[in-house]
C-alpha cells in the first residue's frame, strides 16, 4: 500500500473514527488477535485514511510494537486521548468495554453535531440567498439605473451585466464558503476564532458548555479504564481548546500530583459549576466517581443543548429582520433610482 498519509497529517473525522473503533471492537470481540484486526481493517474498508492508518499500525504491529507504541506513532489520527484510553484498556484487561465507550462517546459527538449542522442550515441558507439578493440589486438593477440616468444604457449591454452580476455574486459565496472551510480546517485559526467569540458572554458559556461535557466524559472513560484521576484530568485537558481554561487545569493538575484534595483544586480552578463540584466531591467520598463524572458531563450536554435551541429560538426572528432590513433598503434604493431616472428624462 502507498503510505499517502503520514502521522502528521492523517487525521479521521468523527465519523471516520467510528467507523474505525466499530470495526476494531467488532473485530476484536470475535478474539481476532491484533495483528488480525488491523489486517482485515487494511484489506476490507472502503475508507482511504481509514486503510493506510490500519496499514500503518499493522506495520509497526508485524515488526514487533506493542499495541501501546503502535497507536502513540499516529495518535494525532484518532484522538491522543482515545489512544491514552485505549493503551489503559489493555493494560487493565479492559479493551472491549473501552472501545465501546469511545464508541458510544462518537455516537454522541456525531450526533451533537449534526444537530448543530441542521439547526444553522436554513439561516445560512436564508443569509447567503439575501446576500446574493442585495448583490444582484446592487450589481445589475441598479446598474441599469445608472445607465439609464446618464442614457448611455443599451439592449446589448443588458446580458453583459446580467452575466457580470451573477459571476460576482457566485465568487463572493465562494470566497465565503472558502473562509468557513479554512477556519474549520485549520486548528490554530479555529482556536483564536473561537478565543475571539468567548468575549462575548451567552457564546462563552455554550462553548465551555460542549468542551465540558467532552471533557468529563473522557475523565470519566479514562477512570474507568483504570487510569488514575491525575493522569485523567491530564488526558481529559487536551479535549479542551481554550488557553485559559487549559493553563487553569494544568495548574491544578500539578497540584494533584503534590498530593492536593481533587475536589478542593477543582474549585479553586473557578472553571466549574458547583454542580459539577458538589457531585465529584460525592463520588470520591462514595468510590463512585466515574458513575458521578458521567452525571457531571451529562448535566455539561443537557446545558449545551438547551443554550443552542435558546439561540436558534433567537436566530429565527433575527434573520426576519435582517432579510426585513435588507428588503427595506433595496426598496428605498429602487424608489430613488427610479424617480431619479425618471426626471432626467423630463
Known amino acids: 500500500m502507498n503510505n499517502f498519509f503520514n502521522s502528521n497529517n492523517l487525521i479521521l473525522s468523527v465519523k471516520e473514527k467510528k467507523e474505525f473503533f466499530n470495526s476494531f471492537y467488532f473485530l476484536y470481540k470475535s478474539g481476532l488477535s491484533l495483528v488480525e484486526i488491523f489486517k482485515s481493517i487494511s484489506e476490507t ?35 491522543p486521548a482515545y489512544t491514552m484510553l485505549i493503551c489503559a484498556g489493555e493494560k487493565s484487561g479492559k479493551l472491549e468495554d473501552v472501545l465501546l465507550s469511545i464508541i458510544n462517546n462518537l455516537s454522541k459527538e456525531e450526533q451533537i453535531r449534526s444537530n448543530l449542522i441542521s439547526s444553522v442550515t436554513y439561516p445560512s441558507f436564508i443569509f447567503c440567498f439575501a446576500i446574493s439578493v442585495f448583490l444582484f440589486f446592487k450589481f445589475f438593477v441598479f ?18 451585466l446580467l452575466f457580470s452580476a451573477i459571476v460576482k455574486i457566485l465568487f463572493f459565496l465562494v470566497i465565503l464558503a472558502c473562509i468557513v472551510i479554512y477556519i474549520a480546517k485549520h486548528e490554530n485559526i479555529k482556536n483564536k476564532f473561537i478565543d475571539l467569540i468567548m468575549n462575548i458572554g451567552f457564546l462563552k458559556n455554550i462553548i465551555k458548555n460542549y468542551y465540558f461535557q467532552s471533557f468529563f466524559t473522557i475523565m470519566s472513560l479514562s477512570y474507568k479504564a483504570g487510569v488514575p484521576v491525575t493522569e485523567s484530568l491530564e488526558l481529559s485537558n487536551a479535549v479542551i481548546k481554550l488557553e485559559s481554561i ?11 500530583y503534590k498530593g492536593s484534595d481533587l475536589t478542593l483544586t477543582l474549585k479553586q480552578c473557578d472553571v466549574f459549576t458547583d454542580f459539577a463540584i458538589s457531585q465529584i466531591s460525592a463520588g470520591e467520598k462514595a468510590g463512585e466517581l466515574d458513575k458521578t463524572l458521567e452525571i457531571v458531563a451529562n448535566d455539561y450536554e443537557n446545558k449545551f443543548d438547551s443554550s443552542v435551541k435558546m439561540i436558534l429560538k433567537l436566530v429565527e426572528p433575527i434573520t426576519i429582520i435582517f432579510v426585513g432590513l435588507m428588503v427595506l433598503y433595496i426598496a428605498v434604493s429602487l424608489y430613488n433610482k427610479y424617480f431619479s431616472s425618471l426626471f432626467s428624462m423630463l
Open 246 to 256: 487549559n493553563t487553569k487545569i494544568n495548574q491544578a493538575v500539578e497540584k494533584l
Open 45 to 79: 474498508s472502503g475508507n482511504l485514511k481509514i486503510k493506510n492508518l490500519a496499514f500503518l499500525i499493522l506495520k509497526k504491529l508485524e515488526k514487533g510494537s506493542s499495541l501501546n507504541e503502535a497507536l502513540v506513532k499516529y495518535k494525532n489520527a484518532i484522538n
Open 143 to 160: 446598474k441599469i439605473f445608472e445607465l439609464l440616468e446618464e442614457g448611455e444604457l443599451k439592449q446589448n449591454i443588458i446580458p453583459i
